[in-house]
């Protein structure tokens, strides 16, 4: 990072902690490890992550945590956009830069569907000891100075009105309170630290704020039905460092549940429902009371969101107020979430994909990953499902890859329109191929280290050990692999059971096929190419896709399972009559047994199906 004034960086020596990355497990506990507590539940000491002490002062960094506070805010107005360097506010002597902070600007426009100005915040942010803070923020009309908190002289205005440039709607001003000096505080030991105002940020809609944010009412903007937004100044207070995922893992049963949500079509607004009888209907809040209900029935131990978030098509037209309405449900529960992007959540101004995951990843009991540079897409990356004993032995691989947006289109009056999906490049085979040939081998199936606290989990029978001898091997994990746009291959024909001589498929095709038109070859140099071990068979057990909202089929093709989703929202599109649903992958007995089937929007379980392991079909020789 660039060296600049008031920063300094801390040297910090704590211990190394286990991730869900790819890298191998300890196959032993670490020395001095408490055997009597879940290894996952161990505090592990990673607030030095947050890396406070070492985050600029003069960058806007709304989702970092920062334990420096805000000394000074205002307003500018500008005729064009601020980010190219206009309406920065008047500059002061260099004394004064370094004492009170360097203008920070909050890139949000504040005015972004109803003003003629373009309005932006400025605030200055300070280590200095010597300096009051912000401890408090209100929004007041013209001439209510009256109504702020005694005494008077603690608080300063914002020169300009929020809502400068729009037509219809009152004057509405910023006033904050400056509070105690970060030295009296330790040095008198005034507990104020929890009331310092740490960052400001807007929100369009009626979504909810990031993680640690809070609404300040009345909002900066009155939206106007089917125009605008209600538009909101929210800040976050005290220091709040985000809530983190614990690593996944397998339960002391062996069990494991993930919940497959998928194509969204969330926007700024509350969206529309389409194609449903639900009468009354609210697109993404009732969607959002689908997820909280399916959620409590489930109870998963992950959540894999399979793209298209975001509706894209002009209503996701700020991404940064619809990241967090999504995942909310998710988050409220403390589960662990990961997630893949759909063709539509490029449709959605200037927040890039990259710009996107560097918000996920920074969001509670996110698991999303960045993925190589060098790798087409943004978030292909591995997570790892352990073992519940002390050795962490990797059960379960989950591999997650970007099916892209589009490939090619046409440029019109109207714009540039797409005419080819995206597709799984040679970049992302090699990639998938070396991360395979990372992925450790055990003795399969698995059994803990010892049997003692299981009951008869394994059947620790004479006949079951001898049975668990004869036929245990060395083999990968199973694998689920996660993408969006269903590869070609998807709708080829289905493997035929030897034994029930039928077709091994459930489920409804029920949308036209939808897959990418070229084909770097993905199933055929990647898929069937990483196998359990040196005498062959499929690692990967299950794909799971979106993009097509009515189809909720599972297919196996050359021992490979291809499973859709089925929408899960009101707010795209649907077939009346035809249920929104999520898709369940229940994992059982240490990640040998793989069941699924779909949780409606009535919870009503529909075509389950054992796919891979005990009670399963035969598996694939070939």
Request: glycine share 10%; net charge negative; hydrophobic share 30%.
């Amino acid at each position: 990072m660039k060296i600049g004034w008031q920063e300094w960086d801390a040297i910090v020596f704590a211990p190394s902690v286990v991730s869900n990355n790819q890298s191998a497990a300890p196959n032993a506990p670490a020395k001095g490890e408490d055997k009597s507590t879940d290894w996952w539940n161990v505090e592990d000491n990673t607030s030095f992550d947050q890396g406070t002490s070492t985050l600029p002062l003069d960058e806007w960094l709304p989702l970092q945590v920062h334990d420096a506070g805000i000394s000074e805010i205002t307003m500018t107005k500008c005729f064009v956009d601020h980010a190219y360097g206009f309406c920065y506010p008047d500059t002061t002597p260099e004394e004064v830069h370094s004492k009170m902070g360097k203008w920070t600007r909050v890139e949000r426009d504040l005015q972004p569907k109803t003003g003629i100005y373009y309005l932006s915040f400025y605030y200055r942010r300070t280590r200095r000891l010597d300096v009051p803070l912000i401890t408090d923020l209100k929004l007041l009309g013209a001439d209510q100075e009256n109504l702020l908190p005694h005494p008077l002289d603690e608080w300063r205005g914002v020169a300009h009105s929020l809502r400068d440039g729009v037509s219809g709607q009152a004057s509405l001003y910023l006033w904050y309170k400056l509070g105690p000096t970060m030295g009296e505080m330790l040095t008198k030991n005034v507990t104020q630290t929890a009331d310092l105002i740490m960052e400001l940020d807007v929100l369009n809609g009626e979504g909810r704020p990031f993680y640690g944010f809070e609404n300040l009412d009345p909002p900066l903007a009155i939206g106007k039905p089917g125009q605008s937004e209600n538009v909101h100044l929210i800040y976050k207070r005290g220091v709040k460092p985000i809530p983190r995922a614990k690593p996944l893992h397998f339960s002391h049963a062996g069990h494991f549940k993930i919940l497959q949500v998928a194509d969204l079509h969330f926007s700024v607004s509350n969206g529309r429902c389409r194609d449903t009888s639900l009468s009354p209907c609210k697109g993404d809040s009732d969607t959002l009371e689908l997820m909280n209900r399916t959620l409590d029935l489930e109870k998963p131990d992950l959540v894999v969101f399979s793209g298209d978030q975001l509706n894209g098509q002009g209503t996701s037209w700020d991404p940064r107020s619809v990241l967090a309405k999504y995942a909310g449900p998710v988050i409220d529960r403390q589960i662990p979430w990961a997630m893949v992007f759909g063709n539509h959540d490029s449709e959605v101004g200037d927040l890039t994909r990259h710009g996107q995951l560097r918000i996920l990843r920074n969001m509670p009991y996110s698991l999303v990953e960045a993925g190589p540079s060098d790798v087409h897409g943004v978030g292909n990356y591995v997570l790892s499902v352990r073992s519940p004993d002390p050795s962490r032995t990797r059960l379960l691989t989950l591999y997650f890859l970007d099916s892209g947006s589009y490939s090619a289109g046409a440029w019109d009056w109207f714009g540039w329109t797409p005419t080819e999906y995206d597709y799984l490049r040679q970049s992302q085979i090699d990639w998938f191929l070396h991360e395979s040939s990372l992925s450790p081998m055990h003795e399969r199936p698995w059994h803990p280290d010892t049997g003692k606290d299981l009951g008869d989990a394994w059947g620790r029978t004479g006949q079951g050990k001898k049975r668990q001898t004869s036929q245990r091997s060395l083999v990968k994990p199973n694998g689920l692999m996660f993408y969006h746009i269903p590869i070609q291959e998807t709708y080829s024909t289905a493997d035929i059971d030897p034994i029930s001589n039928k077709k091994l498929e459930i489920g409804e095709q029920l949308d036209d096929k939808s897959t990418p038109k070229k084909n770097d070859g993905f199933f055929d140099k990647g898929l069937l190419k990483a196998f359990e071990n040196e005498l062959g068979g499929r690692e990967i057990k299950v794909v799971a896709n979106g993009h097509v909202h009515l189809t909720n089929s599972c297919r196996r093709v050359l021992g490979i399972w291809f499973c859709f989703n089925g929408g899960s929202s009101y707010s795209g599109y649907g077939k009346t009559g035809v249920d929104r649903r999520f898709r369940v992958f229940n994992i059982t007995d240490w990640g040998e047994t793989i069941t699924t089937y779909g949780r409606t929007e009535h919870g009503e379980v529909v075509d389950k199906i054992v796919l891979v392991g005990h009670g399963g079909p035969t598996p694939y020789e070939g």
